[in-house]
């Protein structure tokens, strides 16, 4: 098992930045892949980045290509999304998630967090 909890979200400025972080703890040396994604309300979930945990891979959805940034710190079990220039469709609850199987998904993730609200005023 893989428990992860996000924090940093909050309340921001169109134009504004925000860094969530996600602790994961349990058994972080199963992990291959860490995940952010994103749900507005009435919207499905979408993929926003993900980062492998051992090398340095990222991948990118191309709506938050050139604003988001994931890194890791894999000292502290911690993944992070940098947002910039933020917009109001930004706006949504923000999780991360782990995947344990395999590098290169977008969708299939194991473990998820609870979750972070983002929102975005214009």
């Known amino acids: 098992q893989v428990q992860l909890v996000e924090s940093g979200g909050g309340a921001v400025q169109a134009g504004g930045s925000l860094r969530l972080s996600c602790a994961a703890s349990?058994?972080?040396?199963?992990?291959?892949?860490m995940g952010w994604f994103r749900q507005a309300p009435g919207k499905e979930r979408e993929f926003l980045a993900a980062?492998?945990?051992?090398?340095?891979?990222?991948d990118y959805a191309d709506s938050v290509k050139g604003r988001f940034t994931i890194s890791r710190d894999n000292a502290k079990n911690t993944v992070y999304l940098q947002m910039s220039s933020l917009k109001p469709e930004d706006s949504a609850v923000y999780y991360c998630?782990?995947?344990?199987?395999?590098?290169?998904?977008?969708?299939?993730?194991?473990?998820w967090g609870q979750g972070t609200q983002v929102t975005v005023s214009s």
């Open positions: 980062i492998s945990w051992s090398v340095s891979n990222t």
């Open positions: 349990g058994r972080t040396f199963s992990i291959y892949a």
């Open positions: 998630a782990a995947n344990v199987k395999t590098w290169g998904s977008r969708s299939k993730f194991d473990y």
